[in-house]
């Protein structure tokens, strides 16, 4: 059956492949982010967004914002985008979060977690879609670095995933009834952050020094232990990191 869903940060990394794999299966997609042509809206100030709701049964939530705008937009903004949900009669709010947000001591880990929360006690019926770290943005970071031949390594285990892969899943829980529940995804294998780094140099062809990084404290504790890993995911990708990395090179331009 077509609705019509928004998702907001519908042009993100994520939120393209939701916007896309929903059109595909027939539902209207409304786009939206403060630069949207067709549906601007500010989840810091809540402009925009009864007008973008009107008509929806679903509302997929896929916006970022920098560690220092975060607590603005993804939880006040949380707030407000529930309250006008509610308003515009949205049966179901599917929010995107991290893998380990309530367990990792990082800032804007806890603030996904405070969204979470928002969720949870939000006047719509909701589904908590937590991803692992996306492929796409091991991939950038260690780009940045390599453009100076040195690649830093914590002490880490990770379980990146394809962006597409997440919103596959997402797609799918968005046009099912709320699950009042979290659903996990994550990637096809746990890899250490030198995994990674040993992938990106085979793939691509850079050279770079990798240069053991020292995480202290409770964070590096964290990250050793692999509270990033699920190691038991409700749906894991297929492709691993090296395989998407590979398929990357291929496109045109790249």
């Not at 008509?55 to 937009?73: F, L, T």
């Amino acid at each position: 059956m077509s609705m019509r869903i928004a998702v907001t940060g519908g042009a993100g990394t994520l939120g393209k492949h939701i916007s896309a794999k929903l059109a595909d299966r027939g539902h209207e997609v409304r786009v939206l982010s403060r630069r949207s042509p067709d549906f601007p809206v500010d989840l810091a100030t809540g402009a925009g967004l009864a007008a973008a709701l009107e008509g929806c049964a679903v509302v997929v939530d896929a916006s970022n914002a920098s560690p220092r705008h975060a607590a603005k937009v993804l939880v006040a903004g949380s707030r407000r985008l529930l309250a006008a949900e509610r308003a515009a009669g949205v049966g179901h709010h599917v929010c995107i979060s991290i893998v380990g947000c309530d367990r990792v001591p990082m800032g804007y880990y806890r603030v996904k977690a405070e969204q979470e929360a928002v969720v949870e006690r939000g006047p719509v019926p909701w589904t908590i879609v937590r991803a692992t770290q996306f492929h796409e943005l091991a991939a950038a970071v260690l780009d940045a670095a390599g453009r100076w031949r040195v690649l830093p390594i914590p002490r880490l285990r990770l379980q990146t995933v394809a962006a597409a892969e997440v919103a596959t899943v997402v797609a799918d829980l968005a046009a099912d009834l709320p699950r009042g529940s979290r659903v996990q995804i994550a990637g096809p294998e746990v890899v250490s952050a030198r995994d990674l780094a040993v992938a990106w140099k085979s793939v691509t062809g850079r050279p770079a020094l990798l240069l053991p990084l020292p995480v202290p404290g409770k964070l590096g504790r964290a990250l050793r232990a692999g509270w990033l890993t699920a190691d038991h995911a409700d749906v894991r990708g297929s492709a691993s990191f090296a395989d998407w990395l590979s398929a990357q090179m291929l496109k045109p331009g790249l």
